[in-house]
């Protein structure tokens, strides 16, 4: 596997970089955690995703904080600054995009819970440069007229945090901007069941993987 580090850059903050397997740079992916924190999983997700052949950006969004219970996520999240924390967010999609294989090209996020709140609102942000985004248990109501970004979305149908009036009106949002999109629900499945620990389902999780690979590929070609 590729070499990884810490990555540090006084605009962007701390985060975990990892490039393909060969050291070479490949097309960027920005990674958006949960309020679990940049745990060991999440790093290793980065490391799934650069064996896919991309330079993988996870910036850390809880300043090292990493809950342990949902209590502890949920008082990390409102103890954030929203301004600092979306800030990253935009400044680490630029500086990925410097260090990826094709400085003046799109970008894509994956985010997960409120990470993928977060891609939803980059992309629709960030026009010019998020290409595809991928989000897992996540909702926005967002004007998306601006997006280029297309679009693929993971939920479950016992989620108890995003409801389906949740999902229908993120993906209205998103049809209304004219955003390529697609949304898959997954049966029995609940909130972070991608992520082991919590919540986690294999079947559902593997089904969700193949997919996200599935559409890189097709919008955000490795190779």
């Known amino acids: 596997m590729a070499d990884d580090s810490p990555f540090t850059n006084r605009h962007a903050g701390d985060g975990f970089l990892v490039d393909p397997q060969g050291g070479s740079s490949g097309p960027g992916v920005l990674v958006l955690h949960s309020w679990w924190g940049l745990n060991d999983w999440v790093?290793?997700?980065c490391r799934r995703v650069a064996g896919e052949g991309y330079t993988v950006l996870a910036p850390d969004l809880l300043g090292g904080a990493q809950p342990a219970t949902q209590a502890e996520g949920e008082a990390a999240l409102a103890e954030a600054n929203a301004d600092e924390m979306s800030g990253l967010v935009m400044s680490s999609a630029h500086t990925l995009r410097a260090v990826s294989a094709d400085s003046s090209g799109p970008i894509a996020v994956i985010g997960f819970s409120m990470g993928a709140s977060l891609s939803l609102w980059l992309a629709a942000r960030l026009g010019s440069v998020v290409g595809t985004a991928v989000t897992f248990y996540g909702a926005q109501s967002?004007?998306?007229?601006?997006?280029?970004?297309h679009y693929q979305g993971h939920f479950g149908d016992e989620d108890h945090l995003v409801s389906t009036d949740d999902k229908v009106a993120t993906e209205s949002f998103l049809r209304l901007g004219g955003c390529d999109t697609e949304f898959h629900v997954y049966h029995g499945a609940k909130h972070w069941f991608f992520e082991e620990g919590t919540n986690y389902d294999m079947h559902a999780a593997d089904l969700a993987w193949t997919r996200t690979v599935q559409f890189l590929n097709q919008h955000h070609p490795s190779g």
């Open 43 to 45: 790093k290793d997700f």
């Open 142 to 149: 967002l004007d998306f007229d601006d997006s280029n970004a």
